[in-house]
């Protein structure tokens, strides 16, 4: 049974261009949380998807950061006109629900980390 | 003030010796977490607890919900344990998790 998977591991790009990070969940798994762990700083919660709804985005950035998690396919966080204070390690992890399953248990991906030059 | 104060920030430690990492919080939780982060970035989560003590190897996490505090324990440390530990809650309302800073633990051979 593979783990949270993410790609890319290593994104670079210059400022203004866009970021795009995938985030695929254990499998069975229909919850995706995202994070974001700043240079020297700890990981903060951005946003919390259930299949093709977005359901808690209080951590995320009101402009140019969007996440989607369609029925079909990863989780995609986008961010928009990145600038160099993007830069930083995205952490996706999953969960299989509420249901049935302890509420809190989540499984990390490895992260994706993103350098703006 | 953070929601999750954890102590200390940084820890040096010869191997073989007893560590302890302390996490205080202050919301309500539905899970008090403990996770493992290497250099290179990779996250495991190392405990999951809501009451009472778990015990992983030579690993031990403890929660005292009344005073509203955690503290991870490591027994006979070895090089390798190395990391940094990071405690997290999850709260009632919700199912995402709010992260302490972390301590950075060196244990030295």
């Known amino acids: 049974n593979a783990g949270v998977m993410q790609n890319p591991r290593h994104l670079v790009r210059r400022r203004g261009q866009e970021a795009r990070l995938r985030c695929s969940p254990m499998?069975?798994?229909?919850?995706v949380y995202w994070y974001r762990q700043l240079p020297e700083e700890g990981l903060k919660f951005m946003v919390y998807l259930q299949k093709e709804n977005i359901i808690d985005e209080s951590g995320m950035p009101k402009e140019r950061f969007s996440a989607e998690f369609p029925k079909e396919g990863p989780s995609i966080l986008r961010i928009q006109q990145v600038v160099r204070g993007d830069s930083a390690a995205y952490f996706c992890?999953?969960?299989?629900?509420?249901?049935?399953?302890?509420?809190?248990?989540?499984?990390f991906g490895p992260g994706t980390r993103l350098t703006v030059t | 003030k953070n929601e999750v104060e954890q102590s200390p920030q940084n820890l040096t430690a010869q191997e073989g010796e007893f560590i302890t990492i302390n996490c205080s919080y202050s919301v309500g939780i539905s899970a008090l977490h403990w996770l493992q982060q290497h250099p290179g970035g990779g996250i495991v989560s190392l405990f999951m607890?809501?009451?009472g003590k778990k015990k992983h190897g030579r690993l031990i996490a403890t929660i005292n919900i009344q005073e509203k505090h955690s503290s991870l324990h490591i027994t006979a440390s070895h090089p390798r344990d190395s990391a940094v530990y990071i405690c997290?809650?999850?709260?009632?309302?919700?199912?995402?998790?709010?992260f302490g800073a972390g301590t950075r633990l060196t244990v030295k051979p």
């Open positions: 997290a809650v999850s709260s009632y309302n919700n199912n995402d998790m709010r």
């Open positions: 607890l809501s009451s």
């Open positions: 499998k069975g798994h229909s919850h």
């Open positions: 992890a999953s969960s299989p629900g509420l249901a049935g399953v302890m509420v809190g248990e989540q499984y």
